[in-house]
């Protein structure tokens, strides 16, 4: 199983990215898909989640409104774009898969089972 994150960068504030987790040896969408995101010196936080099979989404409450997460299963691929990016949300980002998780602990990195290798992103004027 690998899982490839992809599409960090330099942005400066009020700026877009968006970033890809592609995946070989699993079918994502069999998967509840988490972005998560660890900036220096803080703990490792979920971002956003996507729910295997239905397209329920969720939102850590800070980014609500700014972020969409979403699902290519043509491509394997889950999505999170980013909007208006504020200089906190500058962190390594990493997704994740597990088979199934409580909504109560959809964005505690303890439970899942793989994760992608991270990308940058870098929010900067």
């Known amino acids: 199983v690998q899982l490839q994150a992809s599409g960090g960068g330099l942005v400066q504030p009020g700026g877009s990215l968006r970033l890809s987790c592609a995946a070989s040896?699993?079918?994502?969408?069999?998967?509840?898909v988490t972005w998560f995101r660890q900036a220096p010196g803080k703990e490792r936080e979920g971002v956003s989640g996507?729910?295997?099979?239905?397209?329920?989404?969720h939102y850590h409450s800070s980014v609500k409104g700014r972020f969409t997460i979403s699902r290519d299963t043509t491509k394997n691929t889950v999505y999170l774009q980013m909007n208006n990016l504020k200089s906190e949300d500058t962190a390594v980002y990493y997704c994740?898969?597990?088979?199934?998780?409580?909504?109560?602990?959809?964005?505690?990195?303890?439970?899942?089972?793989?994760w992608g290798q991270g990308t940058q992103v870098t929010v900067s004027s």
């Open positions: 040896g699993i079918n994502l969408d069999s998967y509840v």
């Open positions: 996507i729910s295997h099979g239905t397209t329920s989404t």
């Open positions: 994740a898969v597990i088979r199934t998780v409580n909504e109560e602990i959809m964005f505690r990195p303890g439970p899942y089972d793989f």
